[in-house]
Each structure stands twice: as structure tokens, then as C-alpha cells.
Nanobody, 115 residues
Framework: QVQLVESGGGLAQAGGSLRLSCAAS????????MGWYRQAPGEQRELVAR???????MYADSVKGRFTISRDNGKMTVFLQMNSPKPEDTAVYYC?????????WGQGTQVTVSS
């Protein structure tokens, strides 16, 4: 089993910054990749950023150039740096881990961006 705990959500002003953290614990050796999803009220959950093969990254077009996903292997933590957030970035952000046999989700952290 893998546990994912997000933190760092809250209120941010447009043009400011915010950094989300996701700490992984448990059977971390079963994790292949990690990333971030988000879901706004009344909207479908969408992929924001993730690691892929070779430690490479991918981003949704809507956040490219503004958000950065990074990791600290020693701390088993993944980050999402949100620069110049926009009101449309307001959503619940979920940390995700793709495992060998199943996928894992954090409980989510609310991010609200005001103009």
C-alpha cells in the first residue's frame, strides 16, 4: 500500500506563487511515476503535470511555462510550483502515483486563486 499526503494549498493572488507538496510513504518501491491532477467544481478531473520515463516531465497546455513539477527522492516528496497562478487554476489538486498493480491518490488540497 502507498499513502500520499498533499500540503501547501490555500489562497493565492493572481500573479503570486504557491507550492504544493506530496509526501509518499508505505510501499514506495511499487511506484512507477507520480504527478498532479486537479478538479474544479462541476468539471472533470484533469491531468496537470507528471513525470514520465527517464525522469522527464509533461504538462497540460494550460499550465506550461507557469507550473513546474519537481521531486526530492531523499524525502520521497513531489512538488508542484505554481507561478503566476490564475483564477481558472482554482481547484482541488490531487497527488497521484502510478504503481505496479494499482494507482494511488492523495486526499486533495484546495487551491483558490483570486484576482
Amino acid at each position: 500500500q502507498v499513502q500520499l499526503v498533499e500540503s501547501g494549498g490555500g489562497l493565492a493572488q493572481a500573479g503570486g506563487s504557491l507550492r504544493l507538496s506530496c509526501a509518499a510513504s508505505g510501499n514506495i518501491f511499487s511506484i512507477n511515476y507520480m504527478g498532479w491532477y486537479r478538479q474544479a467544481p462541476g468539471e472533470q478531473r484533469e491531468l496537470v503535470a507528471r513525470f514520465t520515463s527517464g525522469g522527464r516531465t509533461m504538462y497540460a497546455d494550460s499550465v506550461k511555462g507557469r507550473f513546474t513539477i519537481s521531486r526530492d527522492n531523499g524525502k520521497m516528496t513531489v512538488f508542484l510550483q505554481m507561478n503566476s497562478p490564475k483564477p481558472e487554476d482554482t481547484a482541488v489538486y490531487y497527488c497521484t502515483a502510478w504503481g505496479v498493480r494499482e494507482d494511488y491518490w492523495g486526499q486533495g488540497t484546495q487551491v483558490t486563486v483570486s484576482s
